[in-house]
């Protein structure tokens, strides 16, 4: 039986750094130029939050799978909450200048994890002792791919960094069968990625305040952020609710569609955020902040779709006929928009039913 692990005070205080650190990098698809966003800050706003995500997820898997609120855990996490302030301080789109702080930051968080799992394993029996002894030896290749970053320049070393960080990431796929035999505690990984999604939601809070703020507050302004609000509230119903009450958290797995899953929802959850602004400023031009708002929902929809089927009740999945009408929706909505160019406040409302609709029907 999967027991419910409660989640501490300290792991809710370590995700309050990472508060900034989504932040960041959801602002950098706010550089709006020539009426679209440059795909160099496109690919740096990917770059910038896949290490963002996946520091949060070193932690919060060794937690899942062996964490105590026991003083020697707690020490280990306060040198983290150091490595992770660092990393926050450097994110930015000008790479070159705060290299070596991000490095510092990043591969001290992953350092710590490494030698968390060394250190564990030798108390533990079994698989579980297997599981600690493979990831706290592995992970340290992608580690030393990453600090041979630090003997070149130019592009060379950010290739190497992220060959390393990529190393990183599929290291838990590739070592499955190590990972089948130590399930993680589901009650307590759902909960903690839904904690984390709550920031991302936070974010989209932020531009529709932001909207507020650049328009001081006139009626057009007024009526947008409201829409706005509805969307947000509208995806909180729709995730939360399926967490709450359709998912079967006895379901034991190495959780692997909860982790690589939820990185499409928070990129996707960063780019409705950032739309929320850039449709209300009018800054990009319509057939790209068409394909922003679109591309950002249908990944939003496909990702939670496919974590959400993966641990729903048997009884409780929902059927080709309910894929079908969503994608319906979505597809009508985009088509008209592109034959019909509607306002932005338009645009926001369709995104709303899209929500309301999906809410509806995937927490019946």
């Known amino acids: 039986m999967n027991i419910a692990k409660k989640v501490t005070w300290l792991e809710l205080f370590y995700d309050l750094l990472f508060v900034a650190a989504v932040s960041k ?21 990917v770059l910038i939050f896949i290490p963002i995500w996946w520091a949060w997820v070193g932690q919060t898997l060794f937690n899942n799978r062996y964490g105590q609120d026991v003083f020697a855990h707690r020490i280990y996490m306060i040198l983290q909450l150091f490595f992770v302030l660092i990393m926050t301080f450097s994110l930015s789109t000008d790479f070159d200048r705060y290299y070596v702080p991000f490095f510092i930051g990043y591969i001290g968080s992953r350092v710590l994890t490494a030698l968390q799992y060394l250190t564990i394993q030798k ?10 002894r493979f990831l706290g030896t592995r992970f340290w290749i992608g580690i030393m791919i990453s600090s041979a ?28 069968r190590f990972l089948v035999h130590t399930p993680i505690n589901t009650h307590h990984l759902l909960e903690r990625f839904a904690l984390f999604t709550l920031i991302l939601l936070g974010e989209s809070v932020v531009s529709t305040l932001a909207v ?8 057009a302004s007024i009526l ?15 995730y939360f609710e399926n967490i709450e009450r359709k998912v079967d958290k006895e379901l034991q797995t190495a959780g ?17 955020a950032a739309s929320i602004q850039l449709l209300f400023l009018e800054q990009l031009d319509y057939f790209f902040m068409l394909g922003m708002v679109f591309l950002s929902v249908l990944l939003y929809f496909v990702s939670t779709t496919l974590i959400f089927h993966r641990y729903r009740h048997k009884h409780l999945q929902l059927r080709p006929v309910h894929l079908a009408l969503f994608l319906g929706i979505l597809g009508g909505f985009f088509v008209l928009d592109v034959f019909v160019v509607v306002p932005n406040y338009a645009i926001i409302g369709e995104m709303v039913l899209f929500f309301l609709v999906y809410a509806r029907l995937a927490s019946r």
């Not at 108390?123 to 600690?132: D, F, I, P, Q």
């Not at 507020?212 to 009626?219: A, E, I, V, Y």
């Not at 692997?256 to 780019?271: K, M």
Request: charged residues 10%; negative net charge.
């Open 123 to 132: 108390g533990e029996v079994s698989h579980r002792a297997a599981t600690a």
């Open 149 to 176: 970053s630090l003997f070149f320049d130019s592009w060379v070393r950010y290739l190497i960094l992220y060959a390393g960080i990529a190393v990183d990431v599929f290291l838990p796929v590739i070592g499955r």
């Open 212 to 219: 507020l703020q650049t328009s001081n507050g006139t009626l």
């Open 256 to 272: 692997q569609t909860i982790i690589y899953g939820h990185l499409l929802v928070y990129l996707s959850l960063s780019t409705i």
């Open 25 to 45: 990098a959801t602002h950098v698809l706010l550089h709006a130029e020539h009426e679209s966003i440059a795909p160099e800050y496109i690919i740096k706003f």
């Open 224 to 238: 947008f952020a409201a829409l706005a609000f509805i969307l947000v509230i509208a995806i909180w119903w729709q």
